[in-house]
């Protein structure tokens, strides 16, 4: 299973763009990338996910490197809303199992 | 619409004593799985099922054990209880299409004494 790393912690003032990074260089070629986002004391939530195309939703874009070792979580204007612990996952489509890194604390200032 | 639940939310143990934690989906998803998280780490997986009759080990499954009896339901046992399992256990499923994101219950905080 492929592992991810990931910065433990990062900074952000309000309104400003985030660009959160992942290393998943032992990533297979049929491995999804998938974002989380967990809240103090609640379960994880889905933010986007890839395969190799980058990749835009209402909360977040995704940009994946070419050669997939690597992404970027990019939270156009951050909010306070938006402070949480992000975690990048590959999914194994197969066997719908995720491997998580250890996440990103995002705190975001007013 | 209840999504993933987990019973209970709280669990104290001691050492020795076996217990279930229960989880359940409505969304008639065909994967579901087992993470433990550990203060400041992320998630890593115990066990999972692609469907009912089929579990397999994930990262940590060491006394652990699992069953898939009906879709909907995937309990997860703690055979004898050891300090080291003190942690914050997380249900998820889902549908197990291509790319397919993760559904998580709200976790159970356990704590073996």
């Known amino acids: ?110 | 619409n209840a999504g993933v639940t987990q019973t209970p939310k709280f669990q104290v143990l001691k050492t020795g004593q076996s217990m279930t934690l229960q989880c359940a989906q409505d969304m008639n998803h065909e994967y579901m799985s087992w993470y433990r998280q550990d203060p400041g780490m992320g998630l890593r997986l115990i066990h999972y099922s692609v469907g009912a009759g089929i579990t397999d080990q994930g990262e940590v499954p060491n006394g652990y054990n699992v069953s898939r009896s009906t879709t909907e339901d995937f309990p997860l046992r703690l055979l004898s209880a050891a300090p080291s399992q003190t942690s914050v256990y997380f249900c998820a499923s889902s549908h197990g299409g291509v790319g397919e994101k993760l559904f998580f219950g709200s976790g159970t905080q356990l704590s073996v004494l």
């Open chain 1, 1 to 110: 299973d492929a592992k991810t790393t990931q910065p433990n912690s990062m900074e952000s003032n309000e309104e400003e763009p985030v660009h959160l990074p992942c290393n998943h260089s032992t990533i297979s070629g049929t491995d999804y990338i998938h974002w989380y986002r967990q809240l103090p004391s609640q379960g994880p939530e889905y933010v986007i996910h890839g395969l190799t195309s980058n990749v835009n939703n209402r909360m977040a874009s995704l940009a994946i490197a070419e050669d997939r070792k690597s992404s970027t979580l990019i939270l156009h204007r951050a909010t306070l809303r938006d402070a949480a612990v992000y975690y990048c996952s590959t999914y194994n489509t197969n066997a719908g199992k995720s491997t998580f890194g250890d996440g990103t604390t995002l705190t975001v200032k007013p």
